[in-house]
């Protein structure tokens, strides 16, 4: 009887630890509870351009919903849950999809809270048929945009080199990014719009920031006010810039290490290799950019000037980079582009962790 027991025992205890085991892996936390450094939050977007985060409610919730471009021309809604909503907020008919252009660039105005103001930029066709690049501003409201309004019109655009990032700096000013237009002459043109950084009242009042850019696609500020930037370079030399006001930045007559007087030379390069850098945010002392063609999440730390990168080749091509409320880091494939090679659940919106990469 008693060895009896004794095998019954041992029995319970294995189909105990069979039943364990054939749970599914997702079902299982991890021994400290903690979460994980990756999160998909979103899937089967179509070339998810920029993310904005709106302010969270002020009776509280459980977190900040989002806004995501699809370059098509889609303005999409991933609300306070975490669900991307099936149906656009917005859907730009005059925005051109066309190369590297189409609906790129958004953000939110500092008083959102009160004038529900967000600016987009887009490529489209001109009176003439020739592509351009506009900034406008439209109202959110009951997960909707609507009232169009140009705040920068006939940025020079071309199938390539679009630029189109905006955000608003600490200083309450639009910062807006344009590319060369596949015409480098126009980066050293002060009087053309392409090839620069340009800084623009709220309401459309245009002024140039910094020249001699080829195709900047990232733009943050550290915690001490300065402005950073990331540009794609000629088949390799991309950039990372430091932005001086009224700065030239060398392009088409200087690149990576080359020099000249009175023309900035980029803080980081890539040498002969390729990033492609797309958005770029700070964070703790970093700055994060995603890689295109170099299909990494790169962070460079400005004290120690080192360069690393993470998820090499795991996620494809990579083009936004922002920092969410949570201080956690959102980032968005871009393998629908035409340059990519898509998976079923592409393209996707990932949430990672930075203290644990």
Same mark, same amino acid.
């Given at each position: 009887m008693k060895n009896l027991i004794i095998i019954l025992g041992i029995i319970i205890i294995l189909v105990g630890f069979w039943e364990w085991k054939s749970k599914p892996e997702q079902n299982i936390l991890p021994s400290d509870n903690k979460t994980p450094s990756i999160t998909v939050i979103a899937e089967n977007l179509d070339t998810p351009w920029a993310l904005v985060f709106l302010p969270a409610s002020p009776a509280g919730g459980p977190g900040s919903s989002m806004l995501v471009t699809e370059r098509p021309g889609r303005v999409r809604l991933v609300d306070n849950n975490g669900n991307l909503q099936s149906e656009p907020v917005a859907t730009l008919s005059s925005a051109k999809e066309i190369g590297e252009g189409g609906l790129l660039g958004i953000t939110i105005h500092p008083n959102f809270r009160t004038n529900n103001y967000v600016y987009l930029y887009y490529t489209y066709s001109g009176d003439e048929g020739n592509t351009l690049n506009r900034v406008v501003r439209m109202t959110y409201q009951d997960r909707h945009l609507k009232d169009e309004q140009i705040i920068v019109d006939k940025i020079p655009g071309a199938s390539n080199h679009n630029g189109g990032r905006i955000k608003f700096g600490?200083?309450?000013?639009?910062?807006? !990014? !344009?590319?060369?237009?596949?015409?480098?002459?126009?980066? /050293?043109?002060?009087?053309?719009?392409?090839?620069?950084? @340009?800084?623009?009242?709220?309401?459309?009042?245009?002024?140039?920031?910094?020249?001699?850019?080829?195709?900047? /696609?990232?733009?943050?500020?550290?915690? @001490?006010?300065? @402005?950073?930037? !990331?540009?794609?370079? /000629?088949?390799?030399?991309?950039?990372?810039? @430091?932005? /001086?006001?009224a700065g030239n930045y060398g392009w088409p007559v200087i690149q990576g290490d080359q020099s000249q007087e009175d023309m900035v030379s980029p803080i980081l390069h890539s040498g002969s290799n390729t990033w492609a850098p797309a958005g770029l945010t700070y964070y703790n002392g970093s700055l994060f950019f995603g890689g295109l063609r170099g299909q990494a999440f790169f962070e460079y730390n400005i004290e120690s000037k080192k360069l690393t990168e993470h998820f090499k080749g795991e996620f494809g091509r990579i083009r936004e980079v922002i920092l969410g409320p949570d201080n956690l880091l959102y980032i968005t494939t871009s393998n629908k582009d035409s340059r990519g090679n898509p998976i079923a659940s592409d393209d996707r919106i990932i949430k990672i962790d930075p203290q644990k990469i």
């Open positions: 600490p200083d309450g000013f639009l910062y807006i !990014t !344009t590319g060369d237009a596949q015409n480098p002459s126009r980066s /050293q043109d002060k009087n053309s719009l392409a090839g620069k950084i @340009l800084k623009v009242t709220d309401d459309g009042k245009v002024g140039v920031y910094s020249y001699g850019h080829r195709n900047p /696609q990232g733009i943050t500020w550290d915690d @001490l006010g300065n @402005l950073w930037e !990331t540009e794609h370079g /000629q088949t390799a030399a991309d950039e990372v810039n @430091l932005i /001086q006001p």
